[in-house]
């Protein structure tokens, strides 16, 4: 089990660096009946949101039904987990709460009402019902915030992450300097998860870990956290921990795709791992092309256990260095065309009108007959 899992909080009172928001959130707890408003937990990725209403529920003997809104979009999708769930009493349990992670994922063209079904559930739950985002600000959950109460939590404390630190090396039975674990903590800014993965990075394999061993993580900034993604799925042999590494940057999982993609051979030195990492790319990018031409969003899981878990698994043992991960090529190049291609489309429409037929066919067929035609 990954630290961050490991050491997770087993009550609210255990929640680092958020007393006003725990405070908050046990009062709606304590004064939510069917009908109410859901809470919607808002703050930086690490500060304690998920860890809360997992706390409260271990607390209180709670099922806890978890959806990521990122993996499931639609509206369909979302009723086949939560529908029957939040008609239904627990059987091992006191009573439920249902927790949807990153629900300002969920908003967007491609959601096919998934914020509407939401908000039909918040209306219709016997259950309480918590949901998290990054950004309280976000336009897209304008929707969603008339139906919740906001609670929002900043970022942990530099003493706070501290002691957490200090506490799991004791426990892990680790050696190291506290001028370490100082270093560790300022370099967090204030997301206890990425500390506590930090961490467990450094001590793969060791009982001791020295200062000079920072240099693997290498120097970055906190909003830059792609990075902080590609170098846990690069030094980590966790599928689990590589998979939850791409939640909260900010990024969709197809910009994540070309990011992993781009600095293997970055990381990766023998070519064997190399082969093999590529070869989980391809397999993943088979899944990515499906959820793109057919909408079967239900193959992203697999898309990202692969990408993720898929490429950490490839290497025999961590690498000790520090790797300057490189920006993607492909969207580079997207970027830098994109001018051009919107000219392209608007002239693709054009002529689809006039010739009748559609731009895929005047692209495939059409203009490589032209190209021809001039040429000769």
């Known amino acids: 089990m990954i630290w961050s899992k490991k050491y997770s909080p087993k009550s609210v009172s255990e929640v680092v660096g958020q007393k006003k928001s725990v405070e908050q959130f046990t009062l709606w707890y304590q004064n939510w009946k069917p009908g109410k408003k859901a809470a919607l937990l808002t703050g930086s990725p690490g500060v304690g949101k998920t860890c809360l209403s997992e706390a409260l529920a271990s ?107 200090e506490e799991i090396c004791q426990k892990e039975n680790i050696k190291c300097s506290k001028d370490l674990l100082k270093q560790l903590a300022k370099m967090s800014d204030g997301d206890l998860r990425s500390a506590i993965n930090d961490l467990e990075t450094l001590s793969s394999g060791r009982s001791e870990i020295l200062l000079d061993d920072l240099q693997v993580l290498g120097s970055r900034e906190r909003d830059e956290n792609i990075f902080d993604s590609l170098k846990m799925i690069f030094k980590t042999k966790s599928i689990q921990a590589a998979r939850m590494s791409i939640q909260n940057t900010g990024k969709d999982p197809d910009e994540i795709f070309w990011w992993i993609e781009q600095n293997i051979a970055n990381e990766y030195e023998k070519p064997d791992e190399i082969a093999k990492a590529y070869d989980m790319m391809s397999k993943a990018d088979i899944f990515r092309g499906r959820i793109s031409k057919r909408q079967y969003w239900k193959l992203l899981k697999y898309m990202i256990d692969l990408m993720t878990g898929g490429v950490a698994l490839s290497k025999k043992e961590m690498y000790r260095k520090f790797s300057r991960f490189e920006y993607p090529d492909r969207i580079k190049y997207f970027g830098m065309t994109k001018m051009k291609r919107a000219n392209e489309k608007e002239q693709l429409l054009e002529l689809s009108q006039k010739l009748h037929c559609s731009t895929k066919k005047i692209r495939q067929e059409y203009l490589p007959f032209l190209d021809l035609l001039n040429k000769n």
């Open 59 to 165: 607390e209180k003997n709670l099922e806890v039904i978890e959806l990521n809104a990122s993996d499931y979009r639609t509206a369909s999708q979302i009723k086949e987990v939560i529908g029957q769930s939040m008609k239904q009493h627990s059987i091992f349990k006191k009573g439920k709460i249902f927790l949807i992670d990153e629900v300002d994922g969920i908003s967007g063209n491609k959601d096919r009402g998934g914020s509407k079904e939401i908000v039909k559930i918040i209306e219709e739950s016997k259950f309480p019902i918590v949901m998290t985002a990054n950004d309280q600000w976000n336009k897209k959950l304008s929707g969603l915030k008339t139906h919740c109460q906001l609670i929002n939590f900043g970022k942990v404390n530099f003493w706070g992450v501290l002691r957490r630190l």
